[in-house]
T-cell receptor
Framework: DSGVTQTPKHLITATGQRVTLRCSPR?????VYWYQQSLDQGLQFLIQ???????AKGNILERFSAQQFPDLHSELNLSSLELGDSALYFC????????????FGSGTRLTVV | AQKITQTQPGMFVQEKEAVTLDCTYD???????LFWYKQPSSGEMIFLIY??????QNATEGRYSLNFQKARKSANLVISASQLGDSAMYFC????????????FGKGTRLSVIA
């Protein structure tokens, strides 16, 4: 157990629908990051939150949004889903030590049918 | 902007042999961190090893070592005595000094260990 909890592990939904992915960071970590990994692709950075505030934005579609709550858990909302949104979505957390890496959750595998 | 390049989409290695996975990077930062992650077929991302830009010694973690050549901007991962369980995707990544710079990943190398 990495300490980062992601739910659900698997999600199957239809095109046009909306889903919410949830992430609880490792205890003590203030930063949460969301990444998307499509089939046979590397990890694409979506968005970062630090202690409730958005800190950095990557290639996140306008149909996607995220937030981090006072208890530091984060949610990634994906709406108007398309087939191409099918991917593995990772949440990761890190400490304030800037040169440290991230601890990843086990991911949510989203399948849009 | 930071960039990671992994030029080997796939590699094969015989069990018990050593293998080197290549990684080059590009950054204008003086302070940065380099990382390797392993992703087995189950999908999770497993941290393997870290090298800081100011570290003079190459990082080692068990059978993993990082061959850091700063002037050439390379950070190759060396796995000694390969095991069947090493078969996985391997990602090189880097992070800059600012809290606003996220971890940037390469496209990965798929390693297959042959018995």
């Amino acid at each position: 157990d990495s300490g980062v909890t992601q739910t659900p592990k698997h999600l199957i939904t239809a095109t046009g629908q909306r889903v919410t992915l949830r992430c609880s960071p490792r205890s003590g970590d203030l930063s949460v990051y969301w990444y998307q990994q499509s089939l046979d692709q590397g990890l694409q950075f979506l968005i970062q939150y630090y202690n409730g505030e958005e800190r950095a934005k990557g290639n996140i579609l306008e149909r996607f949004s995220a937030q981090q709550f006072p208890d530091l858990h984060s949610e990634l909302n994906l709406s108007s889903l398309e087939l191409g949104d099918s991917a593995l979505y990772f949440c990761a957390s890190s400490s304030d030590r800037l040169l440290y890496g991230y601890t990843f959750g086990s991911g949510t595998r989203l399948t849009v049918v | 902007a930071q960039k990671i390049t992994q030029t080997q989409p796939g590699m094969f290695v015989q069990e018990k042999e050593a293998v080197t996975l290549d990684c080059t990077y590009d950054t204008s930062d003086q302070s940065y961190g380099l990382f390797w992650y392993k992703q087995p077929s189950s999908g999770e991302m497993i941290f393997l090893i870290y090298q800081g830009s100011y570290d003079e010694q190459n990082a080692t973690e068990g059978r993993y070592s990082l061959n850091f050549q700063k002037a050439r901007k390379s950070a190759n991962l060396v796995i000694s005595a390969s095991q069947l369980g090493d078969s996985a995707m391997y990602f090189c990544a880097m992070r800059g000094p600012s809290g606003n710079t996220p971890l940037v990943f390469g496209k990965g190398t798929r390693l297959s260990v042959i018995a």
